[in-house]
């Protein structure tokens, strides 16, 4: 069945498209694997690497293909970073696999150039997860913070991604948002499922779960979805919530914590600063004072929830990043500013 996958999908009426690459553990090394399309349909191509080798991530509309060099296996990304007094922040959340939006935005606003390199200089990009599920790139998404992670420590700027929800769902085969190109790209690929190009053995699969679930720069904490009244009495800290994500990830770590941690009020899930989103109860101002208080910071930044422009809340206690239509949050000396794909931007008059 999965052998004849590429021949049934060839004959088609969807056109399965060319996707990779991504970089599997090999008998010898990596090996990247493709979906290729030729005359005879799509099928899969492979192909061995040496372990410092380059990769071509193609072209998705306007935007150009790049080139991304492999590296060593990621050691876990530091839970807290502190940067010059003076750097720039610029925040985006819930990509959803809408690459050419993202570039668009991080071109306009001077973070990348038009060969998307990293222009940002000492500024820092933080991305508040949920690159994976409903829409169709976000392979090409995870692949240009790859690169502009090391781009960015070269300016000694920084890249992090942070993990969110949707993450941590097809890390662990919960792929019902995935877009169908990707069912398609198992299938083509011979996988058992999805989730398997992204298992702990592969560039990127080991790479996503070195990444944190919560991120503490200087005094601002960014995170995918809040810091429940739960979680800040479970007196986890920090760094053992990201470690405890990490361990879920790789199949360690099961019981009360990880539930917790990976649940409804746990920091990936929770909506409780949106009363007509979130399972009650609601965040009071108490809460979110208390959350600020437990994790050493003034303010949090949160995605996971949409709404309409991104939005102070709790007298800009807490910033809400993920806006549809999309835009970014830009932090520049002491101001805030929605950031928007075509280069506009208005200040968030209400933020602290
Ligand atoms: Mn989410």
Redesign the pocket.
Known sequence: MLVLAGMALAGMATAAGPDGPYILRGAAGWEAVSVEVTADGAQRKSQALAADAAVVIPAVGKVPAFEVKLREPAGDAPGEIRTAANAALFVVA?THGEYETLVSTLRAHKVIDAKLRWTFARGHLVVL??VFDRGPNHLEILWLLYKLEAEAANAHGGAHLLL???ETMVLRGDLRYLHARYVETAQLLAQPTYSELFGAQTLLGQWLRSRPAMLRINDQLFL??GVSRALVDSGLSLAEVNSTVRAVLNGTEEGAVAELVLGSFGP??YRGYFPERGLPPTATPADVDLALKTYGVRRMLV???IVESITPLYDGKVIAV?ARPFAGLLMRKGEYWSARPDGGKQRLSTAR
């Open positions: 819930d997860g949920d969110g929800n949707h995918h979805a990936l899930w995605g996971h929830t993920q």
